[in-house]
Protein backbone atom coordinates (compact mmCIF):
# COMPACT_ATOMS: atom_id res chain seq x y z
CA UNK A 1 0.00 0.00 0.00
CA UNK A 2 1.32 3.56 -1.20
CA UNK A 3 2.27 5.74 1.85
CA UNK A 4 0.53 8.98 1.99
CA UNK A 5 2.61 11.75 3.15
CA UNK A 6 0.29 13.06 5.94
CA UNK A 7 0.17 9.74 7.45
CA UNK A 8 -0.53 9.55 11.26
CA UNK A 9 -2.06 12.71 11.77
CA UNK A 10 -5.15 13.81 13.35
CA UNK A 11 -7.54 16.84 11.99
CA UNK A 12 -10.32 17.27 13.70
CA UNK A 13 -12.81 19.69 11.53
CA UNK A 14 -15.17 22.02 13.30
CA UNK A 15 -15.77 24.39 10.16
CA UNK A 16 -18.80 24.80 8.17
CA UNK A 17 -19.05 26.27 4.43
CA UNK A 18 -16.13 26.93 2.39
CA UNK A 19 -12.87 27.70 3.80
CA UNK A 20 -12.43 25.46 6.71
CA UNK A 21 -13.84 22.69 4.91
CA UNK A 22 -11.38 23.47 1.92
CA UNK A 23 -8.53 23.26 4.50
CA UNK A 24 -9.31 19.90 5.84
CA UNK A 25 -10.02 18.76 2.67
CA UNK A 26 -6.78 19.05 1.88
CA UNK A 27 -5.29 17.29 4.83
CA UNK A 28 -7.50 14.24 3.81
CA UNK A 29 -6.37 14.59 0.46
CA UNK A 30 -2.75 14.07 1.30
CA UNK A 31 -3.46 10.50 4.27
CA UNK A 32 -4.36 12.68 7.59
CA UNK A 33 -7.34 11.25 9.47
CA UNK A 34 -9.90 14.05 9.24
CA UNK A 35 -12.82 13.77 11.46
CA UNK A 36 -15.39 16.24 10.29
CA UNK A 37 -17.62 17.26 13.13
CA UNK A 38 -20.90 18.73 12.79
CA UNK A 39 -24.18 19.73 14.49
CA UNK A 40 -26.73 16.66 14.57
CA UNK A 41 -29.00 17.99 12.55
CA UNK A 42 -25.50 18.82 9.37
CA UNK A 43 -23.61 21.77 9.31
CA UNK A 44 -25.19 24.54 6.52
CA UNK A 45 -23.35 23.13 3.50
CA UNK A 46 -25.72 20.53 3.10
CA UNK A 47 -28.47 22.37 2.67
CA UNK A 48 -26.51 24.53 -0.37
CA UNK A 49 -27.41 23.10 -3.80
CA UNK A 50 -27.12 22.18 -6.70
CA UNK A 51 -28.71 18.47 -5.98
CA UNK A 52 -29.08 15.66 -7.79
CA UNK A 53 -32.25 15.94 -9.75
CA UNK A 54 -32.88 19.41 -8.57
CA UNK A 55 -34.17 17.21 -5.35
CA UNK A 56 -32.92 18.63 -1.92
CA UNK A 57 -30.88 16.41 0.27
CA UNK A 58 -28.87 17.25 2.91
CA UNK A 59 -27.18 13.92 2.00
CA UNK A 60 -26.22 14.75 -1.45
CA UNK A 61 -25.65 18.75 -1.56
CA UNK A 62 -22.22 19.24 -4.44
CA UNK A 63 -21.11 21.95 -2.21
CA UNK A 64 -21.27 19.77 0.61
CA UNK A 65 -19.60 16.60 -1.33
CA UNK A 66 -16.60 18.30 -2.99
CA UNK A 67 -15.45 20.34 0.34
CA UNK A 68 -15.64 17.19 2.48
CA UNK A 69 -14.04 14.15 0.62
CA UNK A 70 -12.03 11.62 2.17
CA UNK A 71 -13.40 13.42 5.91
CA UNK A 72 -14.83 10.76 8.89
CA UNK A 73 -18.19 11.99 9.43
CA UNK A 74 -19.31 12.54 13.28
CA UNK A 75 -22.06 14.43 14.91
CA UNK A 76 -21.59 16.34 18.24
CA UNK A 77 -23.74 18.86 19.93
CA UNK A 78 -21.55 21.26 21.15
CA UNK A 79 -24.29 23.74 22.53
CA UNK A 80 -24.44 21.20 25.97
CA UNK A 81 -21.47 20.88 28.07
CA UNK A 82 -21.19 16.95 27.62
CA UNK A 83 -20.89 17.85 23.83
CA UNK A 84 -17.64 20.11 24.60
CA UNK A 85 -16.45 17.78 26.83
CA UNK A 86 -15.92 14.89 24.05
CA UNK A 87 -14.98 17.71 21.54
CA UNK A 88 -12.23 18.00 24.46
CA UNK A 89 -11.51 14.20 25.01
CA UNK A 90 -11.04 14.03 21.04
CA UNK A 91 -8.51 17.32 21.21
CA UNK A 92 -6.27 15.34 23.91
CA UNK A 93 -5.74 13.08 20.39
CA UNK A 94 -5.41 15.61 17.73
CA UNK A 95 -2.94 17.00 16.06
CA UNK A 96 -4.97 19.82 14.32
CA UNK A 97 -8.19 21.85 14.66
CA UNK A 98 -9.79 24.19 12.06
CA UNK A 99 -12.91 25.73 12.41
CA UNK A 100 -14.11 29.20 11.42
CA UNK A 101 -16.70 30.11 14.29
CA UNK A 102 -17.59 33.96 14.81
CA UNK A 103 -15.01 35.41 16.92
CA UNK A 104 -15.17 34.22 20.68
CA UNK A 105 -17.54 31.32 20.13
CA UNK A 106 -14.93 29.18 20.37
CA UNK A 107 -14.33 30.53 24.17
CA UNK A 108 -18.02 30.88 25.00
CA UNK A 109 -17.72 27.27 24.34
CA UNK A 110 -15.00 26.43 26.67
CA UNK A 111 -12.89 25.63 23.40
CA UNK A 112 -10.39 28.33 23.38
CA UNK A 113 -7.30 27.57 21.66
CA UNK A 114 -4.80 28.49 24.36
CA UNK A 115 -7.12 26.19 26.98
CA UNK A 116 -6.73 23.15 24.32
CA UNK A 117 -3.27 23.46 24.16
CA UNK A 118 -3.17 23.39 28.45
CA UNK A 119 -4.77 19.71 27.58
CA UNK A 120 -2.40 18.69 24.42
CA UNK A 121 0.40 20.99 24.40
CA UNK A 122 1.19 19.89 20.92
CA UNK A 123 -1.85 20.31 19.06
CA UNK A 124 -2.51 22.79 15.98
CA UNK A 125 -5.19 25.32 15.60
CA UNK A 126 -6.89 27.04 12.73
CA UNK A 127 -9.05 29.78 13.06
CA UNK A 128 -10.29 31.31 9.58
CA UNK A 129 -12.31 34.23 10.19
CA UNK A 130 -13.04 37.30 7.59
CA UNK A 131 -10.93 40.10 8.94
CA UNK A 132 -9.44 38.36 12.28
CA UNK A 133 -9.61 38.40 15.73
CA UNK A 134 -8.27 42.03 16.24
CA UNK A 135 -9.11 45.67 14.39
CA UNK A 136 -11.82 47.41 13.55
CA UNK A 137 -13.68 44.95 11.08
CA UNK A 138 -13.29 42.02 13.52
CA UNK A 139 -16.91 41.39 14.15
CA UNK A 140 -17.94 42.56 11.09
CA UNK A 141 -20.19 40.21 8.67
CA UNK A 142 -18.74 39.33 4.63
CA UNK A 143 -19.49 37.03 1.80
CA UNK A 144 -17.14 36.08 -1.28
CA UNK A 145 -18.42 39.84 -2.52
CA UNK A 146 -17.72 41.91 0.65
CA UNK A 147 -14.06 40.07 0.23
CA UNK A 148 -13.38 40.55 -3.38
CA UNK A 149 -14.42 44.69 -2.63
CA UNK A 150 -12.69 45.66 0.39
CA UNK A 151 -9.44 43.35 -0.53
CA UNK A 152 -9.28 45.37 -3.77
CA UNK A 153 -9.43 43.07 -6.52
CA UNK A 154 -13.19 43.81 -7.06
CA UNK A 155 -12.02 47.47 -8.81
CA UNK A 156 -9.05 46.31 -11.12
CA UNK A 157 -11.64 43.85 -12.58
CA UNK A 158 -13.90 45.07 -15.47
CA UNK A 159 -14.62 46.93 -18.41
CA UNK A 160 -13.17 50.61 -18.05
CA UNK A 161 -16.38 52.16 -18.52
CA UNK A 162 -18.39 50.32 -15.90
CA UNK A 163 -18.81 49.51 -12.35
CA UNK A 164 -15.95 46.89 -11.18
CA UNK A 165 -16.71 43.08 -11.59
CA UNK A 166 -16.39 39.78 -8.55
CA UNK A 167 -15.17 37.00 -10.07
CA UNK A 168 -17.33 33.73 -9.97
CA UNK A 169 -18.00 31.36 -6.88
CA UNK A 170 -15.92 31.37 -3.39
CA UNK A 171 -12.38 32.83 -4.13
CA UNK A 172 -11.56 34.29 -1.45
CA UNK A 173 -13.40 31.48 0.83
CA UNK A 174 -10.70 28.82 -0.81
CA UNK A 175 -7.71 31.39 -0.44
CA UNK A 176 -8.72 31.22 3.04
CA UNK A 177 -8.55 27.54 3.24
CA UNK A 178 -5.46 27.05 1.07
CA UNK A 179 -3.50 29.71 3.25
CA UNK A 180 -4.82 28.10 6.77
CA UNK A 181 -3.77 24.71 5.14
CA UNK A 182 -0.01 26.33 4.33
CA UNK A 183 0.01 27.88 7.68
CA UNK A 184 -0.96 24.49 9.16
CA UNK A 185 1.93 22.50 8.24
CA UNK A 186 4.38 25.30 8.89
CA UNK A 187 3.35 25.02 12.24
CA UNK A 188 3.31 21.28 11.69
CA UNK A 189 7.24 21.54 10.99
CA UNK A 190 7.72 23.76 13.82
CA UNK A 191 6.75 21.48 15.88
CA UNK A 192 9.18 18.84 15.06
CA UNK A 193 11.69 21.26 17.04
CA UNK A 194 10.32 22.64 19.62
CA UNK A 195 7.47 19.67 20.46
CA UNK A 196 4.46 22.09 21.25
CA UNK A 197 2.01 23.52 18.82
CA UNK A 198 0.74 27.21 18.27
CA UNK A 199 -2.45 28.77 17.09
CA UNK A 200 -2.94 29.92 13.01
CA UNK A 201 -4.75 32.87 12.40
CA UNK A 202 -6.14 33.28 8.98
CA UNK A 203 -8.47 36.51 7.95
CA UNK A 204 -9.94 36.04 4.64
CA UNK A 205 -9.14 39.91 4.09
CA UNK A 206 -5.06 39.77 4.66
CA UNK A 207 -5.55 36.90 2.20
CA UNK A 208 -7.00 38.82 -0.94
CA UNK A 209 -4.41 41.89 0.05
CA UNK A 210 -1.52 39.65 -0.28
CA UNK A 211 -2.14 38.47 -3.97
CA UNK A 212 -2.09 41.85 -5.42
CA UNK A 213 1.61 41.69 -6.25
CA UNK A 214 1.59 44.34 -9.34
CA UNK A 215 -1.05 46.58 -8.41
CA UNK A 216 0.19 47.42 -4.69
CA UNK A 217 3.79 47.79 -6.43
CA UNK A 218 3.06 49.92 -8.62
CA UNK A 219 1.05 52.17 -6.34
CA UNK A 220 4.13 51.92 -3.75
CA UNK A 221 6.61 52.55 -6.72
CA UNK A 222 4.76 55.38 -8.72
CA UNK A 223 1.44 56.44 -6.64
CA UNK A 224 -0.39 55.16 -9.51
CA UNK A 225 -4.26 54.00 -8.81
CA UNK A 226 -4.72 50.85 -10.94
CA UNK A 227 -7.85 51.18 -12.83
CA UNK A 228 -9.61 48.98 -15.00
CA UNK A 229 -8.68 47.82 -17.96
CA UNK A 230 -11.21 44.77 -19.30
CA UNK A 231 -9.68 42.38 -21.00
CA UNK A 232 -6.63 44.58 -22.29
CA UNK A 233 -3.30 44.97 -21.19
CA UNK A 234 -1.66 48.84 -20.82
CA UNK A 235 1.41 48.11 -22.73
CA UNK A 236 1.36 45.40 -25.49
CA UNK A 237 -1.33 44.53 -27.99
CA UNK A 238 -2.84 42.03 -28.89
CA UNK A 239 -3.54 40.60 -25.63
CA UNK A 240 -7.29 40.23 -25.16
CA UNK A 241 -10.36 37.90 -26.13
CA UNK A 242 -11.62 38.21 -29.34
CA UNK A 243 -14.99 36.23 -30.66
CA UNK A 244 -13.92 33.95 -33.85
CA UNK A 245 -16.52 31.46 -35.73
CA UNK A 246 -17.24 29.41 -33.60
CA UNK A 247 -16.78 30.72 -29.92
CA UNK A 248 -14.05 32.85 -28.25
CA UNK A 249 -10.26 32.89 -28.36
CA UNK A 250 -7.73 34.38 -26.07
CA UNK A 251 -4.35 35.88 -27.64
CA UNK A 252 -2.11 37.21 -25.50
CA UNK A 253 0.78 38.27 -27.43
CA UNK A 254 3.36 39.77 -25.20
CA UNK A 255 6.89 40.42 -27.01
CA UNK A 256 7.56 41.78 -30.26
CA UNK A 257 8.46 38.30 -31.95
CA UNK A 258 5.69 36.35 -31.34
CA UNK A 259 3.55 39.68 -32.36
CA UNK A 260 5.53 39.60 -36.31
CA UNK A 261 4.75 35.72 -35.99
CA UNK A 262 1.29 36.40 -35.50
CA UNK A 263 0.85 38.70 -37.88
CA UNK A 264 2.80 36.83 -40.80
CA UNK A 265 0.79 33.93 -39.85
CA UNK A 266 -2.38 35.47 -40.71
CA UNK A 267 -1.32 36.92 -43.65
CA UNK A 268 -1.22 40.92 -42.71
CA UNK A 269 2.67 41.38 -41.84
CA UNK A 270 1.93 44.63 -44.25
CA UNK A 271 0.42 46.15 -40.62
CA UNK A 272 4.33 46.55 -39.71
CA UNK A 273 4.63 48.95 -41.75
CA UNK A 274 2.00 51.14 -40.90
CA UNK A 275 2.94 53.45 -38.16
CA UNK A 276 -0.02 52.91 -35.66
CA UNK A 277 0.76 48.61 -35.19
CA UNK A 278 4.45 48.69 -36.03
CA UNK A 279 5.02 47.47 -32.15
CA UNK A 280 3.41 45.62 -29.90
CA UNK A 281 3.89 49.19 -27.74
CA UNK A 282 2.08 51.87 -30.22
CA UNK A 283 -0.03 48.99 -31.18
CA UNK A 284 -1.72 48.95 -27.39
CA UNK A 285 -2.25 53.12 -28.03
CA UNK A 286 -4.44 51.86 -31.52
CA UNK A 287 -6.22 48.67 -30.72
CA UNK A 288 -9.85 49.16 -31.91
CA UNK A 289 -8.23 49.92 -35.06
CA UNK A 290 -5.78 47.23 -35.12
CA UNK A 291 -8.77 44.81 -33.90
CA UNK A 292 -10.82 45.52 -36.91
CA UNK A 293 -7.68 44.61 -39.22
CA UNK A 294 -7.41 41.60 -37.95
CA UNK A 295 -10.90 40.82 -37.37
CA UNK A 296 -12.19 39.14 -41.02
CA UNK A 297 -9.45 36.27 -40.38
CA UNK A 298 -10.42 35.56 -36.98
CA UNK A 299 -13.89 35.16 -38.06
CA UNK A 300 -13.33 33.01 -40.72
CA UNK A 301 -11.29 30.68 -38.96
CA UNK A 302 -12.32 27.72 -35.62
CA UNK A 303 -10.76 27.88 -32.33
CA UNK A 304 -9.46 24.86 -33.09
CA UNK A 305 -7.46 26.71 -36.34
CA UNK A 306 -6.91 29.78 -34.34
CA UNK A 307 -5.20 28.25 -31.14
CA UNK A 308 -2.85 25.18 -32.51
CA UNK A 309 -1.68 27.32 -35.26
CA UNK A 310 -0.81 30.33 -33.45
CA UNK A 311 0.52 27.50 -30.43
CA UNK A 312 2.38 26.11 -33.63
CA UNK A 313 3.89 29.38 -34.05
CA UNK A 314 4.91 30.04 -30.59
CA UNK A 315 2.20 32.92 -30.45
CA UNK A 316 0.56 32.28 -26.84
CA UNK A 317 -3.65 31.41 -27.51
CA UNK A 318 -5.90 29.57 -25.94
CA UNK A 319 -9.83 28.34 -25.63
CA UNK A 320 -11.95 30.70 -23.92
CA UNK A 321 -13.67 27.74 -22.44
CA UNK A 322 -16.98 26.85 -20.10
CA UNK A 323 -17.16 24.67 -17.70
CA UNK A 324 -18.33 21.83 -20.58
CA UNK A 325 -15.19 22.54 -22.46
CA UNK A 326 -13.15 22.63 -19.24
CA UNK A 327 -14.31 18.98 -18.56
CA UNK A 328 -13.54 17.22 -22.15
CA UNK A 329 -10.25 19.55 -21.82
CA UNK A 330 -8.06 16.92 -23.44
CA UNK A 331 -4.94 18.17 -20.75
CA UNK A 332 -6.81 18.01 -17.71
CA UNK A 333 -8.10 14.46 -18.93
CA UNK A 334 -4.65 13.47 -19.85
CA UNK A 335 -3.00 14.20 -16.66
CA UNK A 336 -6.23 12.60 -14.63
CA UNK A 337 -7.55 15.71 -13.46
CA UNK A 338 -11.20 14.65 -13.20
CA UNK A 339 -12.10 11.16 -11.20
CA UNK A 340 -14.87 10.24 -10.48
CA UNK A 341 -16.94 8.88 -7.01
CA UNK A 342 -19.62 6.87 -6.41
CA UNK A 343 -21.23 7.85 -3.09
CA UNK A 344 -24.16 6.16 -1.97
CA UNK A 345 -27.17 8.43 -2.28
CA UNK A 346 -25.77 11.00 -4.29
CA UNK A 347 -25.02 8.90 -7.11
CA UNK A 348 -21.39 8.40 -9.45
CA UNK A 349 -20.04 11.71 -10.32
CA UNK A 350 -17.33 13.52 -12.06
CA UNK A 351 -15.12 15.31 -9.56
CA UNK A 352 -11.85 18.36 -10.13
CA UNK A 353 -9.04 16.37 -8.43
CA UNK A 354 -6.02 18.14 -6.95
CA UNK A 355 -3.66 20.32 -8.19
CA UNK A 356 -0.39 18.41 -6.94
CA UNK A 357 1.23 15.69 -8.43
CA UNK A 358 3.56 13.81 -5.95
CA UNK A 359 5.79 10.84 -6.90
CA UNK A 360 6.05 9.13 -4.02
CA UNK A 361 3.11 10.62 -1.73
CA UNK A 362 0.30 11.12 -4.03
CA UNK A 363 -3.19 12.56 -2.84
CA UNK A 364 -6.30 9.86 -2.83
CA UNK A 365 -9.82 11.51 -3.40
CA UNK A 366 -12.83 9.62 -1.56
CA UNK A 367 -16.02 10.31 -1.37
CA UNK A 368 -17.77 12.41 1.26
CA UNK A 369 -19.09 11.90 4.53
CA UNK A 370 -22.70 10.76 5.49
CA UNK A 371 -23.93 12.34 8.53
CA UNK A 372 -22.83 11.14 11.13
CA UNK A 373 -22.01 7.76 9.40
CA UNK A 374 -18.18 7.39 11.43
CA UNK A 375 -19.92 8.30 14.99
CA UNK A 376 -19.12 4.53 16.50
CA UNK A 377 -16.06 4.03 14.96
CA UNK A 378 -14.78 7.12 16.04
CA UNK A 379 -16.46 8.06 19.71
CA UNK A 380 -16.20 4.24 20.28
CA UNK A 381 -12.74 3.79 18.67
CA UNK A 382 -10.81 6.29 20.11
CA UNK A 383 -12.51 7.54 23.35
CA UNK A 384 -13.94 3.16 24.40
CA UNK A 385 -17.93 4.51 24.09
CA UNK A 386 -19.78 1.69 24.94
CA UNK A 387 -22.95 0.99 22.50
CA UNK A 388 -25.21 1.94 25.75
CA UNK A 389 -23.51 5.24 25.71
CA UNK A 390 -23.46 5.85 22.19
CA UNK A 391 -27.50 5.29 22.50
CA UNK A 392 -27.85 7.31 25.30
CA UNK A 393 -26.00 10.45 23.59
CA UNK A 394 -27.97 9.83 20.38
CA UNK A 395 -31.48 9.65 22.76
CA UNK A 396 -30.31 12.82 24.04
CA UNK A 397 -29.65 14.88 20.93
CA UNK A 398 -26.07 14.65 21.71
CA UNK A 399 -24.74 12.75 19.03
Same mark, same amino acid.
Not at 74 to 86: A, D, F, S
Not at 167 to 190: F, N
Not at 247 to 264: C, K, N, P, T
Not at 346 to 357: D, E, I, Q, R
Given at each position: ?37 ? &? ?15 ? &? ?43 ? $? ?57 ? &? ?52 ? $? ?102 ? %? $? ?35 ? $? ?37 ? %?????
Amino acid at each position: MTRTALDGLLVLDLSQFVAGAYCGKLFAAFGAEVIKVE &PPEGEGARHEGPFPGSQ &PDPEASALFLYLNTGKKGTTLNLKVPEGVEILRQLARQADVLIEN $FARGEMARLGLDPQDLRALNPRLVTVSISNFGETGPYRDYKADSMVEQALGGYMYVNGH &PQREPLAMGGHQPEYQGGLHGYSGALVALLARESSGRGQHVEISIHECMASIHQ $FTVNRYVYTGRVQKRIGNRYQRAHPITIYPCKDGLVSIAVSMQDQYERFLRLIGRADLLADARFATISVCSENDAAFDGEIRPWLMEHTRDEIVYSCQKNRAPA %A $FVNDVGQIMDDPQLRARGFWQELSHPVAGTWPVAGLP $FHMSRTPPAVRRACLLGEHNREVFAGRLGFGEARLADLK %ARGIL
